[in-house]
């Protein structure tokens, strides 16, 4: 392959550029601390064991849901559907933050954070432990309840800053 591992603005240039090709599902994190409800779009979102059930999310310290997911010390992963890029944008946009809840239909989890009922699948999940990287915190998310809609949808994919959907396509079996 006669590729250049990096580009001339460096490593952190060619990091993010080979991202782009990484897809990933898009989720809502949801989370609520007295009354206040926040949320944010992420595709750093990771199952990290099924015994016990645990997912990680990546959240920026400088993101408004900050502060909030660590008062709350609860949070909701909503994996999206393709369908659902209404909601993206208004979580999406700063300038659109009052809106956020107007969109869509909404629930109450058991640990308080704000369910989306459109999504294909919630996990309902307690902080567990918080590990801080440089910009970020890892967030370790301890699952308490999954809620599986009757939704016949595609999900939602991120790829090369643009929103895509599986389409139909054959199951590929793995080589034996």
């Known amino acids: 392959m006669n590729v250049p591992t990096h580009q001339a603005d460096g490593l952190?240039?060619?990091y993010r550029a080979g991202?782009?090709?990484l897809a990933a599902g898009v989720c809502l994190i949801t989370t609520s601390h007295e009354g206040e409800r926040g949320g944010m779009i992420a595709t750093a979102v990771t199952s990290v064991s099924a015994e016990p059930p645990t997912l990680l999310i990546c959240v920026n310290r400088?993101?408004?849901?900050?502060?909030?997911?660590?008062?709350?010390?609860?949070?909701?992963v909503n994996v999206l559907a393709a369908d659902a890029l209404p909601l993206v944008d208004v979580f999406s946009t700063a300038t659109r933050r009052a809106e956020r809840?107007?969109?869509?239909q909404w629930g109450m989890l058991p640990s308080g954070a704000p369910l989306c009922t459109e999504a294909l699948v919630a996990f309902d999940c307690r902080v567990v432990k918080v590990?801080?990287?440089?910009?970020?915190?890892?967030?370790?998310?301890e699952v308490g309840a999954?809620?599986?809609?009757?939704?016949d949808a595609r999900p939602?994919?991120?790829?090369?800053?643009?929103?895509h959907h599986l389409g139909e396509a054959p199951a590929l079996t793995p080589p034996a």
Not at 101 to 104: A, D, K, L, P, V
Not at 131 to 141: A, N, T
């Open 101 to 104: 809840f107007g969109q869509g």
């Open 19 to 21: 991202m782009r090709r």
């Open 62 to 76: 400088g993101a408004s849901l900050f502060p909030l997911l660590q008062a709350a010390g609860a949070f909701c």
């Open 131 to 141: 590990i801080d990287w440089h910009s970020h915190s890892i967030f370790l998310g």
């Open 146 to 151: 999954v809620l599986h809609h009757s939704v």
């Open 156 to 163: 939602l994919l991120y790829m090369d800053q643009r929103f």
């Open 12 to 14: 952190p240039a060619a």
